[in-house]
């Protein structure tokens, strides 16, 4: 999304109805939005999601899963998660068709990239919903692609119906894995060998993400994309420990307890922090660190960046550091 764009999406909010509501799949409902007259929505591109205020209050941030090109509606699917604060159930047990949500305009991380010949799109479970709108409109572009797609069960995959159209065919693998670890697909041989052009754009669980980062090292910078909207539950959240925050311009120390992000502690003193996708994926909270050892948790930085940058959305202090000092 361009700049303008961006700016002038991110002061807009519109009071929107839930035109449809329908389960898609086990687990996961589609909801249908748009303005009650049907008149034209803000313009996104593939890869956008909108923050919508859930009934419980929560912000949650969604991705467009519909053809971009169509201007009068937005399709969110949304995932029952019983791990999460709740947000996810508000959506899909207390909206119901003819309900009214608040939406902030489209905003765009995850854009494709203009100038690849080759697109691969890696999916895992909801991970789907960017990757289906940039199908779409990759399919409208006549562009060359390719959809991985890697779900558990038949029943839980979303949108498996549209993504067995037979225009489709040749350009889209769903694989299952049943839950059996021992047949989960193997990214190795799809990620080993780069391709002059291609750029890999990958949403998922955690585990995915990391996994596609690792195998595409070699892969030049900027080839690939990553999206993470708290899909799955991070392996390092076991034993986290307290430690604080030292503001070096604003002279505020910030306890951070356990379970809890920099980004949460520091609006908790009412210290405020850009932050956008808060799955450590967007670079938006990208924070200079002046002292202490980071455990960094995101998916932006590189090995040589570590000393002296930290994402405070995800990221937190390493075992023995008791406290990291930032330029804030």
């Not at 519909?66 to 996810?88: C, F, H, M, T």
């Not at 990553?226 to 991070?234: A, C, I």
């Not at 076991?238 to 120390?253: D, K, N, P, Q, Y």
């Not at 670079?283 to 040589?304: I, M, Q």
Request: charged share 20%; net charge negative; hydrophobic share 40%.
């Amino acid at each position: 999304m361009n700049q303008a764009i961006d700016n002038a999406a991110s002061a807009t909010f519109m009071l929107l109805t839930v035109q449809r509501k329908s389960e898609i799949a086990q687990g996961v409902t589609l909801f249908e939005l748009a303005y009650e007259d049907r008149r034209e929505l803000p313009p996104f591109e593939a890869g956008a999601h909108i923050a919508v205020t859930t009934p419980n209050g929560l912000v949650r941030r969604y991705s467009l899963c519909n053809a971009p090109s169509e201007r009068r509606r937005y399709l969110i699917a949304v995932k029952r998660d019983e791990q999460s604060r709740g947000g996810s159930a508000s959506m899909i047990d207390d909206l119901a068709a003819g309900a009214t949500l608040t939406v902030q305009a489209p905003l765009n991380y995850f854009p494709l990239a203009q100038n690849a010949r080759r697109h691969l799109l890696l999916a895992g479970g909801i991970g789907i919903t960017p990757l289906l709108a940039m199908v779409h409109e990759l399919q409208a572009a006549q562009a060359e692609f390719e959809l991985i797609y890697c779900a558990r069960h038949p029943e839980s995959t979303a949108f498996l119906g549209e993504l067995a159209a037979p225009e489709l065919a040749g350009r889209v693998k769903v694989h299952h894995s049943h839950g059996d670890p021992a047949r989960a697909f193997a990214l190795e041989p799809a990620l080993a060998t780069y391709a002059e052009g291609t750029h890999l754009y990958c949403c998922g669980p955690r585990r995915l993400m990391q996994a596609a980062r690792e195998l595409t090292r070699h892969w030049p910078a900027g080839s690939v994309h990553l999206e993470d909207f708290g899909t799955s539950d991070d392996p390092k959240a076991a034993g986290e420990t307290h430690f604080t925050v030292r503001l070096e311009r604003s002279a505020i120390t910030v306890a951070v307890a356990p379970g809890v992000t920099i980004l949460d502690a520091l609006r908790s003193r009412g210290v405020p922090a850009p932050s956008s996708c808060e799955s450590g994926t967007c670079g938006e909270c990208r924070t200079t660190l002046l002292a202490g050892k980071a455990d960094h948790r995101d998916y932006v930085l590189d090995d040589d960046e570590f000393d002296t940058n930290i994402m405070i959305c995800v990221s937190r202090a390493q075992a023995g550091t008791e406290e990291l000092v930032l330029d804030l």
